[in-house]
């Protein structure tokens, strides 16, 4: 049975749908020695796959891997920095580093911290990163100034940005302190700094941001212990179970 290309390296943990996609424009992929094209059909059972002249094994596909981490501050969402950073796939054991695909779903900016998903599922990072899906995510924020009861509501009911509107949030006042306002920001999208830049276009720009949930999956562990900056954890069955219903795709 024939498969699209970019699906079969994203079942298989080589990259996302999207990224496989950039591979395969960029000339890394070949099929049967062939340098591949966007939208070509593969049969995985008898087609030889190479990415940068290595070849995928398709006898075997490989277990699912599906993480929580606490990103630091100063770590890039990325699988590899042209800079030498340290990347969010750095702060895991050599064990996981090696194991086929491993990549964050969606971003964090290099100065933002909390929950970031890591899987080999590239099927789950493609839907969870779509933007039909609206899956909430949860963020403690923390602003110079403090935002008027006209402000957030301003900011809550959407902003143009780009030109675009953005989604209505919820957002509430935890705490002032010292000139500054600490915030509960629940979105339902992700654009590229969003929270930062609409701070900032407000006039209350953002000094800290940590992402503390995504959806019902928080960073405490099974024994209610918060995951420290840095750890991680794998995913428990019901949070799984949460992200596949989440984005109508369950069952897997």
Same mark, same amino acid.
Do not use: A, R
């Given at each position: 049975m024939e498969v699209r290309l970019h699906k079969i390296l994203a079942q298989w943990g080589i990259a996302s749908r999207r990224k496989a996609e950039e591979m395969i424009r960029l000339g890394r992929v070949c099929v049967n020695g062939n340098s591949a094209y966007l939208g070509q059909k593969v049969n995985p059972k008898t087609d030889i796959i190479a990415v940068d002249d290595n070849l995928v094994s398709?006898?075997?596909?490989? %277990?699912?891997?599906?993480l929580l981490l606490n990103k630091p501050a100063g770590i890039v969402t990325t699988c590899d920095d042209p800079r030498g950073r340290t990347t969010v796939i750095d702060l895991l054991p050599e064990s996981l580093q090696n194991s086929q695909g491993i990549h964050p779903v969606g971003r964090l900016d290099v100065n933002s911290t909390g929950a970031l998903i890591l899987?080999?599922?590239? %099927?789950l990072t493609y839907h969870l990163t779509h933007p039909s899906h609206s899956i909430p995510k949860t963020y403690d924020v923390v602003v110079q100034g403090n935002p008027t009861a006209i402000a957030l509501k301003e900011w809550s009911q959407g902003i143009l940005l780009d030109g675009r509107k953005t989604r209505p949030a919820i957002i509430r006042c935890i705490d002032q302190f010292s000139g500054k306002t600490r915030l509960e920001i629940v979105l339902k999208e992700g654009r590229n700094r969003q929270i930062r830049r609409l701070g900032k276009q407000l006039g209350y720009p953002v000094i800290s941001l940590h992402r503390t949930a995504i959806g019902m999956i928080t960073l405490n562990t099974d024994n209610k212990k918060y995951l420290k900056a840095g750890q991680y954890r794998y995913l428990q069955d019901f949070e799984l179970c949460f992200l596949k219903q989440a984005i109508s795709i369950f069952p897997y």
């Open positions: 398709l006898s075997v596909h490989p %277990e699912p891997i599906y899987t080999n599922d590239g %099927e």
